[in-house]
T-cell receptor, first 114, second 113 residues
Framework: NAGVTQTPKFQVLKTGQSMTLQCAQD?????MYWYRQDPGMGLRLIYY???????DKGEVPNGYNVSRLNKREFSLRLESAAPSQTSVYFC?????????????FGPGTRLTVL | GENVEQHPSTLSVQEGDSAVIKCTYS??????FPWYKQELGKGPQLIID?????GEKKDQRIAVTLNKTAKHFSLHITETQPEDSAVYFC????????????FGTGTQLKVEL
């Protein structure tokens, strides 16, 4: 089991460029999440997908879109990147409901927007 | 929405000493409180969690306590070792709503030899 995988690991963009961050999980989890991590601010939820076919906004959704492509894959798209989106992005997945609702995180994508 | 505060932001201890990290939460409906450890360049990894029907939980050198009345929970690490050096995050979630977690801002723990 690879768990949660993310591509790419690193990316540099210019302001206004677009890109898609990919995430896949092989644990047959229903729920998937995208977070961003900034110094001194912990992890903040961007979007989540409670189950295949559904997506909902988190705490900081502006400037992002998501697609739950199937049960395994959940992508995050930046349509027009801004320097404020420079961050480390983490994808996570979980089952729903106790006692199996632990969120498992991927290794992250470090994004720099110039 | 939920607000989770975490203290201290940095903590330095001598090897073998204990470390305590504290978090408070604002939403009285929150009932699940995980702790994550993040090593440099890696994603967060769950180390222990506690639910609101339990006051304390232990796993070897790690323990978590929960005070629902005061809305705070703490992580205790005993007999610290150099490999415990990392950033630790607390989090909270409430029932329903897709198991969304609200994280604290993290504690950088350094265990010195």
């Amino acid at each position: 089991n690879a768990g949660v995988t993310q591509t790419p690991k690193f990316q540099v963009l210019k302001t206004g460029q677009s890109m898609t961050l990919q995430c896949a999980q092989d644990m047959n989890h229903n729920s998937m999440y995208w977070y961003r991590q900034d110094p001194g601010m912990g992890l903040r939820l961007i979007y989540y997908s409670a189950s295949e076919g559904t997506t909902d906004k988190g705490e900081v959704p502006n400037g992002y879109n998501v697609s739950r492509l199937n049960k395994r894959e959940f992508s995050l798209r930046l349509e027009s990147a801004a320097p404020s989106q420079t961050s480390v992005y983490f994808c996570a997945s979980s089952e729903q409901g106790p006692p199996t609702d632990t969120q498992y995180f991927g290794p992250g994508t470090r994004l720099t927007v110039l | 929405g939920e607000n989770v505060e975490q203290h201290p932001s940095t903590l330095s201890v001598q090897e073998g000493d204990s470390a305590v990290i504290k978090c408070t939460y604002s939403d009285s409906a929150s009932n699940y409180f995980p702790w994550y450890k993040q090593e440099l360049g890696k994603g967060p990894q769950l180390i222990i969690d506690i639910r609101s029907n339990v006051g304390e939980k232990k796993d070897q050198r790690i323990a978590v306590t929960l005070n629902k009345t005061a809305k705070h929970f703490s992580l205790h690490i005993t007999e610290t070792q150099p490999e415990d050096s990392a950033v630790y995050f607390c989090a909270a979630s409430r029932p329903g709503g897709g198991n969304k977690l609200t994280f604290g801002t993290g504690t950088q723990l350094k265990v010195e030899l």
